[in-house]
């Protein structure tokens, strides 16, 4: 079965970067979209970078220019790169994955990232 496993998060100081990662096993099938959501506490998931296999690329308004998010197909592997970190930054981090070919969406567990001011 397909299973998406994060990693990267932890506690880092405003102004900080961090990276995460998302390992992808399990597919027989070719993964079309790649992306990164978050919620926070009291808050709905939301948004946060997708990447298409062309390299398309979509970002939240609050994190333009400072996260870059890529992905490596020979890999089956996305990441996130967080830069300038904020406390409003914090928050659950999920991986997730859309395959078109059977209409299929999946999570990863979530990885904590926590802005300190």
């Known amino acids: 079965q397909v299973q998406l496993v994060e990693s990267g998060g932890g506690l880092v100081q405003a102004g900080g970067s961090l990276r995460l990662s998302c390992a992808v096993s399990g597919s027989a099938f070719s993964i079309n979209a790649m992306g990164w959501y978050r919620q926070a506490p009291g808050k709905q998931r939301e948004l946060v970078a997708t990447?298409?296999?062309?390299?398309?690329?979509n970002y939240a308004d609050s994190v333009k220019g400072r996260f870059t998010i890529s992905r490596d197909n020979t890999k089956n592997a996305v990441y996130l790169q967080m830069n300038s970190l904020k406390p409003e930054d914090t928050a659950v981090y999920y991986c997730?994955?859309?395959?078109?070919?059977?209409?299929?969406?999946?999570w990863g567990q979530g990885t904590q990232v926590t802005v300190s001011s």
């Open positions: 990447i298409m296999r062309s390299g398309t690329t």
């Open positions: 997730n994955v859309r395959i078109y070919s059977t209409s299929t969406s999946y």
